[in-house]
């Protein structure tokens, strides 16, 4: 079994691929990944992406590394649409679990018009490897699944990299190793 870092080499390499970037050998499905870890070696993987998105960045390469954090997104449409101080005080009225759903509705979290997929959407240059981290800082709020699912529909250009807080085998998710999230078929592992 490799290491983290062997883990993290090996996937950095294969981003490199033209075939990668062209999803080439994956019976034309749009590329969609997922680069699974374990939860306490979450502050070392923030490390890793933001040195592969500065390498990415001062190559010379035809493609580049687009990190988007569903958290910072999140709260960014939060402030921007005033609700942030709205949301303190709801949670110390209603509660944590009120003030989730009612955030999760004003994003349309469920919904093929999804603030965040919008967001990522509008924002992903067309030669890019689209990097999505912050699932495990979302929770509840946010589930992988329903992003995946509403990011398939609107994202079949560029290759999409979930990285992943917990366990993935290719069927089931499993948050921090110990929060079951719904099954989800249509990413690949990016690296065993």
């Known amino acids: 079994m490799m290491s983290l870092d062997e883990r993290l080499d090996k996937a950095e390499e294969m981003i490199q691929k033209p075939s990668f970037r062209e999803n080439k050998g994956l019976g034309n499905e749009v590329g969609y990944y997922i680069f699974d870890y374990p ?14 998105k500065k390498k990415s960045e ?29 949301c303190y005080q709801f949670e110390k009225t209603k509660g944590f679990e009120r003030v989730s759903k009612s955030i999760s509705n004003m994003l349309r979290i469920t919904s093929s018009d999804s603030l965040i997929v919008n967001h990522i959407r509008d924002n992903a240059p067309e030669k890019a490897v689209v990097f999505i981290t912050g699932i495990g800082k979302c929770y509840p709020i946010l589930r992988s699944h329903t992003v995946l699912n ?20 290719g069927q089931e998710l499993v948050l921090f190793g110990e929060i079951k999230d719904d099954n989800y078929y249509r990413a690949f592992k990016l690296v065993d």
Do not use: C, T, W
């Open 58 to 86: 001062n190559s010379d390469d035809d493609f580049k590394v687009v990190v988007f954090d569903l958290y910072d997104i999140m709260i960014d449409i939060i402030i921007k649409k005033g609700y942030l101080e709205k």
């Open 39 to 52: 939860a306490e070696k979450e502050l070392y993987i923030r490390e890793r992406i933001e040195y592969i």
């Open 150 to 169: 509403n990011l398939h529909q609107v994202i079949d250009n560029v290759p999409v990299v979930l990285f992943y807080p917990g366990n993935y085998d």
